[in-house]
């Protein structure tokens, strides 16, 4: 069976939230805050969901796409392992994806937290290596715009986005 070759992307994003680092912080912390702006969605049914948020610890995502979707009907799957902490200040998550039983990419995505005025900037910079039949770096740029956005929501309690875009 012959491969396609690896295909490299980086790309970062930058929001700006009307909330403390330490909110923003604890969005990605507590495992029940989490859950709701990552991992449950319109388009995906979420089966399993767990977080061990502390370096070395996992947080590992299973979920089914919805009608509609590029992919309805199938299983994704996102593993990460948590490679760095430092509280209210910066995440460094390594993650591998698979759609269904087929490994689609590996990535490693850093996020800055940053006091802003009365609020936070948060920056994300994500490097993925992208394999057969993967999503592509254009769905994971969008996916990771929406989820930001939805993080947003999440810290303004208000379920429409609210966060500055800078992409």
Not at 52 to 80: C, H, Q, Y
Not at 128 to 134: D, I, Q, R, S, Y
């Amino acid at each position: 069976m012959e491969t396609e070759p690896v295909v490299h992307n980086t790309f970062v994003m930058e929001r700006t939230y009307p909330a403390s680092p330490e909110r923003v912080f604890q969005a990605f912390s507590i495992p029940e805050r989490k859950q709701k702006w990552y991992a449950q969605g319109s388009h995906l049914a979420v089966e399993h969901y767990e977080l061990d948020f502390r370096v070395g610890g996992r947080e590992i995502t299973k979920s089914r796409f919805g009608e509609g979707t590029p992919f309805p009907g199938a299983a994704l799957i996102n593993e990460s392992t948590i490679q760095d902490i430092v509280p209210e200040r910066r995440i460094i998550v390594a993650s591998s994806m698979s759609l269904g039983d087929h490994h689609i990419s590996a990535s490693l995505s850093t996020f800055e937290i940053l006091p802003d005025g009365k609020g936070t900037r948060l920056v994300l910079t994500e490097q993925t290596a992208f394999l057969e039949g993967a999503d592509g770096a254009e769905r994971r740029e969008q996916g990771w715009r929406a989820l930001l956005d939805r993080l947003g929501s999440e810290l303004t309690g208000t379920g429409t986005p609210h966060a500055q875009a800078k992409a």
